[in-house]
């Protein structure tokens, strides 16, 4: 008994050293505190509009017949599209492109109205500005939904019939409802935010750890971890004592990210407190424990921020959320495995977006706990890898002072014996 209060004082004792340590290093305090807080609000501020309207285009009409006044008519009066200009040809189109003041060019033929009073197929040019998916989105699927339009319109006037309900049935003879499942805004803010918020998580955390880690090491090799040895604390002391001031802080941080930022911006929040329990119980002390193998690796506090910052997109691709798990190379899906922010992020938006339950997301959970426990293991092996290290380092050092002390020891003595011996002195010889 007596044993076990110790061991829980001596995890309060470093959890207090951890606590007071954070708000002395700036760079630590900035990844901890101010980038979780500030981060999400700045990526959901930028995508809180979901989708891309207005996008302005150039028409090029060569027919300037009433239905090709028509189709640029509509689509200037939907909502994504807005025609800003009417170009006499495509080398001025281009030119407005080139310019970038225009993102798409709607094209109209000359023979465009005379091949459909003749029965025959019309086409109409669309150009679309790939740099950016959401033009061409707006740009191609405005264009699609008005020549629909025009179709179903021609259609009916040449059946010739004579009830509305014809009409109906002639223009839409099958009905297509569509349904946007678990985006029903169809905006990127619910698409790709839920994964960027639990990809914070993790991420500032590493960078956190990892930036404390080298501070200590640049200052003093290994010996950080002699004070903590010297006083009898062992490896999954101290590893509980830092764990459980990590967790403390990021508990609060985590409720912050999921639960109050979607509420702020009206993002689709559909994730219970069951689920988010089931994901952030293994997922925050894995993330901890996986910046605490990875900093045992960093030298510098530089390494660390060049590490953690090239592997945030990478990672945000590799999760499924951008890019289709199915298509993902089976090397890079390997890969991925490594990391707790794959499964986190799959299972957070099942959950918040999908609706999932704990049973649709158990694969995941379960994936997380086994990255908990094999974190847990690779950082007490890494912990007592450095400290025998570090033991090793200061016996050489004692080792290297006492053959020091050893050489001056003997060079004071041949000095006085030298000294001892001239002051007895020779018999001078006499010439």
Not at 19 to 48: C, E, H, R, T
Not at 57 to 73: G, M
Not at 157 to 168: L, S
Request: glycine content about 6%; overall charge positive.
């Amino acid at each position: 008994m007596n044993t076990l209060v110790q061991r829980i004082q001596h995890i309060c004792n470093i959890w207090r050293e951890e606590m007071k340590a954070i708000p002395k290093d700036q760079g630590v305090l900035i990844f901890f505190v101010l980038v979780p807080l500030l981060y999400p609000l700045l990526y959901s501020w930028i995508y809180n509009n979901e989708v891309v309207r207005e996008v302005p285009v150039v028409v090029v009409d060569h027919c300037r017949s009433h239905t090709s006044r028509e189709f640029t008519r509509q689509c200037d009066a939907s909502a994504d599209v807005n025609v800003v200009s009417h170009a006499t040809d495509m080398e001025q189109a281009r030119l407005l492109m080139d310019q970038q003041k225009v993102k798409g060019i709607y094209y109209i033929p000359s023979d465009f109205e005379k091949r459909l009073n003749r029965h025959q197929q019309a086409t109409i040019h669309v150009y679309c500005d790939m740099g950016l998916m959401l033009y061409y989105k707006a740009v191609f699927q405005t264009a699609t939904v008005t020549a629909q339009q025009i179709n179903s319109r021609l259609t009916v006037a040449m059946a010739g019939n004579t009830t509305q309900r014809e009409d109906e049935l002639t223009a839409a003879p099958l009905k297509v409802e569509e349904v946007s499942m678990f985006n029903p805004t169809g905006g990127y803010g619910n698409f790709i935010l839920p994964g960027v918020l639990i990809l914070i998580l993790q991420q500032t955390m590493v960078l956190g750890i990892g930036l404390a880690a080298g501070t200590a090491r640049e200052s003093n090799s290994y010996g950080h971890l002699i004070p903590y040895r010297r006083k009898g604390y062992g490896i999954s002391t101290l590893l509980a004592g830092k764990a459980l001031c990590y967790y403390m802080i990021y508990a609060v941080l985590a409720a912050y990210l999921l639960l109050l930022v979607p509420r702020f911006f009206h993002f689709v929040n559909l994730a219970g407190g069951l689920e988010l329990c089931a994901i952030l119980l293994p997922y925050i002390p894995a993330c901890i424990f996986f910046g605490i193998t990875v900093s045992c690796l960093i030298r510098y506090r530089e390494n660390v921020l060049l590490l953690v910052v090239f592997m945030s997109v990478p990672l945000l691709f590799v999760s499924g959320v951008s890019w289709p798990q199915s298509n993902i190379p089976w090397f890079w899906q390997s890969v991925s495995a490594l990391f707790p922010s794959t499964f986190a992020i799959r299972a957070f938006v099942r959950a918040n977006t999908m609706g999932a339950t704990v049973g649709d997301i158990r694969t995941e959970c379960i994936a997380l706990w086994i990255q908990l426990a094999a974190y847990i293991l690779l950082a007490a092996g890494v912990y007592r890898f450095q400290m025998v290290t570090a033991h090793k380092n200061i016996l050489r050092r004692m080792q290297s002072i006492r053959r020091k002390r050893e050489v001056r020891r003997r060079i004071k003595r041949n000095h006085s014996s030298i000294s001892s011996s001239s002051a007895t002195g020779i018999p001078a010889i006499d010439n």
